[in-house]
């Protein structure tokens, strides 16, 4: 019973979207048949076109990418906007409206009477009694339901198709945004290795290398001053032991930030595990089955992972994080969510810019859904190829 609930109930929200969906195209195609001559100015066109493209998309659950500029392609929207707007639109307009006059006019012909009975627009039987009222009327309506969900929702998905294969940008449009996406890409990932290389730099010289300059001091001291006074010379060996261990900690470090020495000993699974147990909120991890997943995916993950879950702990005041890690084929996904503040702008330059472009040196993404408010969401998406 349930289940035969809710699909009526999903039927009827199907067909609800459908037909709004269709009334809108209704009203813009007629916009577009007046204003013609003001559309096919190009920075009206653009505009016009690109909000059918996102309506479209909204419809078949699809996302819409940022395309290239293309007059020629907008006009040709106008013209299919007007041939396939106006009637997919009036046909819906004409189910949807008699749908509801069957509703509204028997019933108000009753409280507000005439002395010319309504007849019902489809079956023609003028309503003079409640008795065609409540059983012709009543089949008008199941007739007219039974229309606007049959075949609504299919028009309205073949007018959106037909808006984004006119809209979608040609194969070799295609191939040049790819192209300016991956010189973009190589350039932001030679600007972080740089980056990453100058860090490295700078913590051996500033750390490991000053520690091992105070130890070949200690111990060229040590080496002057044995003969004359052994138990100084210990001193000094015993100083430079301490400093040598401290070194191998910066060291060990340093290597960690360039592969974490825990992914090459429990692997992704484990390494994310370990990490939720430090993180600076409540954490709980739902790994499913993996793989074998390439070292260079596996450290991006665990970086992404890592760094979404500090600023989770400094910035977003959330009481607990999630952290989801899924394989679908080849794709390597890993979400991560919390229930803080939200706003989360990758754009301020902060660690999330980090993630996304390391991510982005894999072919891989990075999205985010952070209102004000919250919850925070991070996925990234990487290939594993």
Not at 143 to 151: D, E, G, S, Y
Not at 197 to 224: F, K, N
Not at 252 to 277: E, K, N
């Amino acid at each position: 019973m349930h289940g035969v609930i809710g699909e009526a109930r999903a039927w009827l929200v199907q067909t609800g979207r459908s037909g709004r969906y269709l009334l809108g195209t209704l009203m813009t195609a007629t916009v577009t048949l007046v204003a013609a001559p003001l559309l096919c100015i190009p920075s009206l066109a653009a505009p016009w076109a690109e909000r059918h493209r996102r309506r479209a998309g909204a419809l078949l659950g699809r996302p819409v990418e940022p395309r290239p500029y293309a007059l020629l392609r907008d006009l040709a929207w106008l013209v299919t906007q007007v041939a396939t707007g106006l009637p997919a639109g009036t046909l819906a307009l004409l189910c949807l409206g008699n749908l509801l006059l069957t509703l509204v006019v028997t019933v108000g012909w009753w409280a507000f009477p005439t002395s010319d009975p309504p007849r019902l627009l489809l079956l023609g039987v003028p309503i003079n009694s409640w008795a065609p009222a409540l059983t012709i009327n009543l089949a008008q309506f199941l007739l007219l339901a039974a229309l606007a969900t049959i075949a609504l929702p299919p028009l309205a998905r073949v007018h959106a198709r037909c808006c984004l294969a006119v809209l979608a940008p040609s194969p070799a449009e295609q191939l040049a945004a790819r192209v300016t996406e991956l010189t973009q890409t190589r350039a932001d990932v030679l600007q972080a290795h740089g980056a990453e290389l100058r860090r490295i730099e700078r913590d051996l010289h500033d750390g490991t290398q000053a520690r091992l300059v105070a130890i070949a001091i200690r111990l060229a001291v040590a080496g002057e001053s044995l003969p004359q006074d052994p138990d100084a010379a210990a001193a000094l060996v015993r100083q430079a032991q301490a400093e040598t261990e401290e070194a191998m900690t910066e060291l060990r470090s340093v290597i960690r930030t360039i592969y974490p020495p825990v992914l090459a000993d429990q692997g992704l699974v484990g390494a994310l595990g370990t990490l939720a147990t430090r993180a600076g909120v409540p954490t709980c991890i739902d790994i499913g089955e993996v793989g074998e997943v390439p070292a260079a995916v596996e450290a991006v993950a665990y970086f992404a992972v890592t760094e979404a879950l500090a600023n989770i702990a400094r910035h977003s005041r959330a009481t607990e994080a999630a952290v989801r890690v899924t394989r679908n084929g080849a794709m390597l996904s890993a979400e991560i969510t919390d229930d803080g503040t939200g706003g989360a702008d990758a754009s301020r330059g902060s660690g999330l810019d980090g993630i996304r472009r390391r991510a982005a040196a894999l072919d891989g993404t990075m999205k985010i859904s952070s209102p004000p408010g919250g919850p925070t969401t991070i996925t990234v998406e990487l290939p594993c190829v």
